[in-house]
């Protein structure tokens, strides 16, 4: 056994056993209850995450001054962003970091749930070699594949749209408004890549595989939803105005200047002024009429 | 500006290229694909096996020159990496049917039963197939072998179920009542008594007139083995880590053994001792009568496969595919050979050779006396 599977597998296995031993053979239940624990152990790194998006969100203006201000200098740009972040407290980075420390959990997890399933005789025989030597985990071996409705050893269409459309909702409440037009282009078309290719996914592998990630993606939601609310899923609506806004007023107040006398060469028309006779008008000061006076102008052959 | 942007927007593509490229690496984890271990049997100077290319190979001992049957049909797969067929397993592109059960052979017929849910009966001169069970569409997965008595053939499949057929024409005879959960053990005949265990952890005895159970015995941990008759008692292994003696008669508790790890392989019996492996990689050596421990002797990996017993010698291969002799006078163990290729399925002798199905498809042979490894056979068609 190596490394990764003494120290992160095999507990996994053996927790995920445990608990369904406990809720009656249900791995169903198990997988969920897992999920959340883990999801729970991760929550300081999930905050992080969520708050440091949210604070991003929060520099959008100010980014975007800062872009007008220096976009033609890429390094008196970058300077002065990272300046910005300092002064916020933002780490743009922190969120790579959290999702890199996540990764290993995630795929230990996943892994878990498919040698648990132990479908084939195979897996059967491969999951014999993580067991823990207590009672709880040979009693229950193999477990239940019955769940609600669900043959977790085999996909479910249902459970593969729950799962795209759960990460779609996830996606789209983290997203980061960005003042750069190609970064939310890239942002929209993860926003509809990632969820069809987990739902693509989720039809190829059991459904207990759809199950944990439609479980992920609802605890991402709610925590996301407390942390910053709905996010990119908020509608924009017109807000009416507060009533202790008093409204604008147009009219003559004391302080306005009479309007201005037009001097004499000024022609005004309006309705009610008579049309002024051509012939009134000083030599040389004739109006430019763009057609007609073209074709006056225009030297004869 | 139009080459950089056209680059940009490619890495929505690269990242979830690249995340769908982790996921399905990482999800189709080690032993999940279905692959089979059938044993071997022989049966006047041929060994029967199946392969996994799904093929029942039937080599002359003699001339080492094979005959190959039809390959089985396998049903469609669902999922598109073939990660969750009927039975489960990672297994993009594999199209064969596994075999786990060990042929049997009677009369002028040897029989095979497929991962694909069906069972097969051929002509031993020549392969060809003479009746498939049933004739349209597919039973669940059978895993465990067949068992021939009284011109009738017995298998259990994961439906939980235990069916008996005319071993000449193939007709069902009768199936008994579902068990509580996936049979994929191989039944045991005993003069009218055929016993069996399920996932459900509990090993049965049915009437092999009529499939009508006369008694059930409950375990703590589901059944594969196959049951072992030693005289009046049925001795079995189960996943709850213990090994199992009952009244044969009607099933009353007479000893159990406990080990560390699942009692997969079935026991065998030599000059009352019984031997049996453990997935805990111990080899123990137990008084049959009290299930006593004699002696016990850790190996380098588990050990799946049913052992053998050559002159006064049991064979036992671990997983890792390295083969062991334990003396049945002074119960030492030495190890013959390592064929350094997994072994999961059961062994089968012929006079001092032992034959070994390694998970290459390819069958070892050795000199149990000896130990002296002899050429292998392929068990590939192509």
């Not at chain 1, 190829?204 to 759809?210: Q, W």
């Not at chain 2, 508790?253 to 790890?261: E, P």
Request: aromatic share 10%; net charge positive; with cysteine.
């Amino acid at each position: 056994m190596n490394v990764w599977e003494l120290i992160i597998q095999q507990p996994l296995i053996n927790v995920l056993i445990v608990i369904a031993h406990y809720m009656g053979g249900s791995f169903g239940v198990s997988i969920i209850i897992l999920t959340i624990i883990v999801n729970l152990c991760m929550l300081p790194l999930t905050l992080s995450q969520i708050r440091s998006t949210k604070a991003m969100q929060a520099l959008q203006p100010k980014l975007a001054e800062l872009q007008k201000k220096y976009g033609k200098d890429r390094q008196k740009l970058a300077q002065e962003q990272m300046n910005l972040y300092k002064t916020a407290g933002v780490k743009p980075a922190g969120c790579l970091i959290t999702m890199v420390i996540q990764m290993p959990v995630w795929i230990a997890l996943y892994q878990s749930i498919m040698l648990a399933m132990a479908v084939a005789p195979e897996g059967l025989l491969n999951l014999s070699r993580f067991l823990y030597p207590w009672n709880a985990v040979y009693g229950a071996l193999p477990l239940s594949r019955s769940f609600l409705w669900l043959n977790l050893a085999q996909p479910d269409i249902f459970l593969a749209i729950l799962t795209g459309a759960s990460q779609w909702v996830q996606q789209k409440m983290s997203i980061t408004p960005s003042t750069d037009p190609k970064q939310n282009q890239q942002a929209q078309m993860m926003l509809w890549m990632m969820p069809l290719m987990f739902g693509f996914l989720a039809l190829s592998f059991p459904s207990g595989l759809a199950l944990y990630w439609v479980v992920n993606n609802t605890f991402r939601i709610i925590l996301q939803y407390r942390v910053s609310g709905w996010g990119g899923l908020r509608r924009q609506v017109k807000q009416p105005a507060a009533p202790e806004k008093k409204a604008l007023q147009f009219g003559p107040s004391a302080e306005t200047k009479p309007a201005e006398q037009p001097s004499a060469g000024t022609v005004v028309a309006d309705t009610e002024t008579k049309i002024v006779d051509k012939s009134s008008l000083k030599p040389g000061k004739t109006r430019f009429q763009p057609g007609r006076d073209r074709q006056k102008n225009r030297p004869k052959k | 500006m139009k080459h950089k942007s056209g680059w940009l927007l490619k890495i929505p593509f690269v990242v979830a290229a690249l995340i769908a490229v982790i996921l399905v690496v990482t999800g189709c984890v080690s032993g999940l694909t279905a692959v089979g271990w059938s044993g071997g049997t022989v049966s006047d100077g041929i060994l029967y096996v199946g392969s996994r290319e799904g093929r029942l190979v039937a080599v002359n001992l003699s001339d080492d020159s094979r005959t190959f049957s039809e390959a089985l049909v396998p049903i469609s797969q669902p999922g598109l990496f073939g990660c969750a067929p009927a039975g489960g397993g990672c297994s993009a592109g594999a199209v064969s049917v596994p075999v786990y059960g060990i042929p049997a052979v009677s009369d002028n017929l040897s029989y095979m039963a497929g991962y694909n849910g069906k069972v097969y009966a051929y002509s031993i001169d020549n392969l060809a197939v003479r009746w498939v069970y049933p004739r349209e569409g597919y039973l669940q997965p059978i895993v465990g072998g067949i068992v021939i008595a009284e011109g009738k053939l017995f298998f259990g499949c994961t439906d939980g179920k235990v069916y008996a057929l005319d071993a000449v024409t193939g007709d069902k005879l009768w199936e008994s009542a579902a068990t509580g959960d996936k049979i994929w053990g191989t039944p045991t005949i005993a003069g009218e008594t055929l016993y069996i265990g399920s996932f459900d952890k509990k090993l049965y005895a049915l009437n092999i007139a009529d499939g009508t159970k006369k008694w059930e015995y409950a375990s703590k941990g589901s059944i594969i083995s196959t049951p072992l008759i030693y005289q009046d008692m049925v001795i079995f292994g189960s996943f709850d880590r213990n090994l199992y003696a009952l009244n044969a008669s009607d099933g009353t508790l007479k000893w159990q053994f406990t080990g560390k790890n699942f009692f997969w392989a079935e026991p065998v019996v030599y000059n009352d001792t019984l031997y049996v492996g453990c997935l805990d990689k111990s080899v123990y050596v137990l008084n049959p009568t009290t299930g006593a421990k004699i002696a016990a002797s850790e190996l380098d990996s588990p050990l799946a496969s049913q052992p053998v017993v050559v002159n006064d010698t049991v064979v036992f291969a671990s997983t890792k595919g390295v083969v062991y002799s334990l003396s049945t006078v002074t119960n030492e163990i030495k190890k013959l050979a390592d064929l350094k290729k997994a072994v999961n399925g059961p062994l089968t002798a012929s006079g001092e050779i032992v034959f070994i199905h390694t998970q290459d498809n390819v069958l070892q042979r050795l000199n149990a006396v000896t130990g002296t490894l002899l050429s292998s056979i392929s068990l590939s068609s192509s």
